[in-house]
């Protein structure tokens, strides 16, 4: 158990709302990432951190956006949900110091944007 | 581009042996992983493969071959419990793990 938690589980939202999802981590792990997993695709990278205050672009940015100010928490935004990002989202941390390390994922947000 | 290609579906009998192949065409190569995903739940670590030739561990094992691109998760004496997608990961030269879309398992009585 790598100690990870997210909130909330589930969301459901409206079309052009704000929406926050929070990682947090327990075990003071430097390297932590968002994805999101929808049927038919692989795991895609949102993005991810290397440190406090600092982030990196993954694969599926445009639309989201992140914050870590501190090492535990990973904060997630959607600015103005669509409903294209209706999907379940993964939180992850790399249990060494680099990419190469394994991931261990958090249980998930489900985010339904009507 | 980036390719990991998994079946999607594979169907097996319990007590059986299963091979779940994953072939990939990545920009570099520094591992691969192997994840279990139940229904619901998250993907949950079982191997990372970096060097040629099969690791095993318990009733699991992975086998990789750089040079054809070409990995399989093993899983032995199946069991009901073993239904669930098996995620199939590559880091590839820049350090990002690119995912192939999942191979779901069923597994029969």
Request: charged share 20%; glycine share 10%.
């Amino acid at each position: 158990d790598a100690g990870i938690t997210q909130s909330p589980r589930h969301k459901v939202t409206e079309t052009g709302t704000p929406v926050t999802l929070r990682c947090h981590q327990t075990e003071n792990h430097r390297y932590m990432y968002w994805y999101r997993q929808d049927p038919g695709h692989g795991l895609r990278l949102i993005h991810y951190s290397y440190g406090v205050k600092d982030t990196d672009k993954g694969e599926v940015s445009d639309g989201y956006s992140v914050s870590r100010s501190k090492t535990e928490d990973f904060l997630l935004t959607l600015e103005s949900a669509t409903s294209s990002q209706t999907s379940v989202y993964f939180c992850a941390i790399s249990e060494g110091q680099g990419h190469t390390d394994t991931q261990y994922f958090g249980p998930g947000t489900r985010l339904t944007v009507l | 581009g980036q390719n990991i290609d998994q079946p999607t579906e594979m169907t097996a009998t319990e007590g059986a042996i299963v091979q779940i192949n994953c072939t990939y065409q990545t920009s570099g190569f520094n591992g691969l992983f192997w994840y279990q995903q139940h229904a619901g739940e998250a993907p949950t670590f079982l191997s990372y493969n970096v060097l040629d030739g099969l690791e095993e561990k318990g009733r699991f094992s992975s086998f990789l071959s750089r040079s054809k691109g070409y990995s399989y998760l093993l899983l032995k004496e199946l069991q009901m419990k073993d239904s669930a997608s098996y995620l199939c990961a590559v880091l590839d030269s820049n350090y990002q793990l690119i995912w192939g879309a999942g191979t779901k398992l069923i597994i029969k009585p």
